[in-house]
């Protein structure tokens, strides 16, 4: 068990390609942060949650082959996720919901540089704490899913840029923008 | 749901990863078409510069009322089209690729505008080997030079005398051409088998009053009258210009 735990992720994949075993290793690794990144993009119960996941897992093993080893595992993996969301999404033709119950004290930072919405003493108060989330559910999707990335994913551009499949320049853009607007709404 | 759940779902189902030639395949395929993409859009291009090279801006006022119209008109906006057109398809196959994403609109955009003016002009100057396309847009050019209703006529030099010249138009026919009233920099223009432009009036059949005779920049060796090269003629009015300058020459002398 601890040689596997001390292989990398990139060690992970070849293994899966020559036995379908080797999968559950992935799963243990990114089941509950993938479980909560599903969550909070999708808000929805545990069954479809589940039903999900384990979609995510058997796209990850059917496309292990198009896994490319200059980008970084947990990346790829995560835009997988992301994309079998939308196709969720999609094909289930649900009115989009995000959850940000499970980790409030992220909600914090996404506006903890700027003094000007809210002072960083009342910041922690959880009257405020529900305004930006209800603000948050209230921006255009792709500005939710950005900010779930960078502040409660704790993904850098560069992971972002991977996710999404847009530059980093569009990355740094959209968050600016969706605290811009976030911090518009909040004022109102 | 446990790691054995979906374990043996791949097994019960006996799903296989998908083959590294499918990817391999759908990679090379947009670098294929990204490729077919470039060459197509620096072919455009390079039609829409060689075509622009070719438009007779100098002269436009024998043409057009106003310059802009002169330029809507000669516009070759089908090859600005299709040059766009390629462009906008380099840029969505450029993001499809691997790691296209990772560069900014600005950066794709300025990379394939360079690589298709680049190829196109290298390919202009092989069309200009080619003699096909220059013959095409030079005859086109002639055959706005030809519009004796218009007061615009163009063609060889066929035969010079005192007070008229045979020329012999692009659609074969010869003309008898007064030059008793052209301005007078225009004589030493009028040589045996020069190719040359005139302004003047149209009198009545194969016979034109000439007021300004200028030369036409055009390689004599492919001036080949009755060509099979279909061209339009965008002007057909006689512009104000030319009304004036004939009022001007003729009544002057």
Known sequence: ?188 | MNNDQIIQKIKTENLKPISKSVFLFRKISIWFLLTISTIFGAYAFAFFFLKTLYIDFDNWQYFASSYNIFLMDNIPYIWVSLFILSLLLVFYLFKKTNKGYRHSVVFIGAVSILISFSLGIVLSKVFIGKAYFIERFENEKLINWTNPEAGRLSGEVLFIEDQYILLRDIKDEVWNVDISYVLDNSIDTIKNNAVISIIGKYDYENNFTACQIMPLNIDKIRFKPNSKHKTVIYFNKETVFIKDICDFVIKGK
């Open chain 1, 1 to 188: 068990m601890q040689e596997i735990k001390d292989k990398t992720d990139n060690d992970l994949a070849i293994l899966v390609r020559q036995n379908p075993e080797a999968l559950s290793y992935i799963i243990d690794r990114y089941r509950t942060k993938l479980e909560k990144y599903i969550n909070r993009r999708t808000n929805v119960d545990r069954h479809d949650l589940e039903d999900i996941l384990q979609d995510v897992f058997i796209k990850v093993y059917r496309n292990i082959n198009d896994y490319d080893q200059s980008l970084v595992f947990s990346s790829w993996i995560y835009r997988i996720t992301h994309n079998h969301i939308i196709d969720w999404y999609r094909k289930n033709k649900k009115h989009i919901s995000i959850s940000l119950d499970d980790d409030e004290s992220k909600i914090i930072h996404i506006l903890q540089d700027d003094n000007s919405v809210i002072d960083d003493q009342t910041l922690h108060d959880q009257e405020n704490i529900d305004l930006i989330k209800k603000e948050i559910k209230n921006l255009p999707y792709d500005y939710q899913e950005i900010l779930i990335l960078k502040f409660f994913e704790d993904k850098s551009y560069e992971e972002i840029s991977d996710i999404l499949k847009i530059s980093t320049s569009s990355v740094g853009v959209k968050i600016n923008r969706a605290k811009k607007l976030l911090k518009e709404k909040i004022l109102k």
